[in-house]
C-alpha cells in the first residue's frame, strides 16, 4: 500500500510540474551576428603533479593584437605571438601553475599551437582551404589562414589570421 502512495505522489508531482506550453511562443528571427571578437593562440603539454599524476598544462601566448581591424569591411586579424618567458622560479611542489619551464617553452613552435576564438553568439565557425581546426593542435608555420563564420540566419563572412611574425 505504501508503494502506491508514492507512486501516485511521483505520478501527480510528475503530471504538475510538466510544462503544457507547446504553442503561443513567439517565433524569433535567427541573428544576423557572424564576427570574431578575439583570438587566443595557446601550448599545451602535459606534466606531473604533485602526487606524481598527469595532468594537462597550458600557456597562453602572448599576441601583438588579437582583434580584427575596427573598419566594418575589416575581417582580417594580423599578429605576432610572442612565447612568454619560462618559470624557473622555485617552487616546494611541481604545478600547473609552475611548469612552464625552460625545457617547455623551447619545446614550443607554430607547429603545435592551439587556436581559440571568440565569436557571436549562435555563430559557428570551421577552417577553410586547409587551415588547422580551431581548438585542436595545429600547424601555423604557413603564415595566413582563413575561417568562415557563420551565423544562425546562415549569412557567412570569412575571416583572415595572419601571423606575422614569432618571437620566443
Not at 528571427?29 to 603533479?49: G, K, Q, V, Y
Amino acid at each position: 500500500m505504501k508503494i502506491f502512495k508514492t507512486f501516485g505522489t511521483l505520478l501527480s508531482l510528475l503530471l504538475l510540474l510538466s510544462s503544457c506550453l507547446k504553442s503561443g511562443l513567439d517565433e524569433l528571427p535567427n541573428s544576423d551576428l557572424n564576427s570574431i571578437s578575439t583570438i587566443t593562440f595557446e601550448h599545451r603539454w602535459i606534466a606531473n603533479n604533485a602526487n606524481g599524476y598527469e595532468t594537462l598544462c597550458r600557456q597562453a601566448m602572448t599576441l601583438s593584437n588579437n582583434k580584427p581591424g575596427v573598419a566594418p569591411l575589416d575581417k582580417e586579424i594580423k599578429t605576432t605571438i610572442t612565447v612568454p618567458a619560462a618559470n624557473d622560479g622555485t617552487a616546494s611542489a611541481p604545478s600547473a601553475y609552475n611548469a612552464f619551464k625552460t625545457p617547455v617553452r623551447n619545446s614550443v613552435s607554430r607547429s603545435q599551437l592551439y587556436l581559440f576564438a571568440v565569436i557571436s553568439p549562435a555563430a559557428k565557425i570551421e577552417p577553410v582551404d586547409g587551415a588547422p581546426v580551431m581548438g585542436l593542435p595545429g600547424d601555423f608555420s604557413a603564415g595566413s589562414y582563413k575561417y568562415k563564420v557563420t551565423s544562425a540566419s546562415g549569412k557567412s563572412v570569412i575571416y583572415t589570421v595572419t601571423i606575422d611574425g614569432f618571437i620566443k
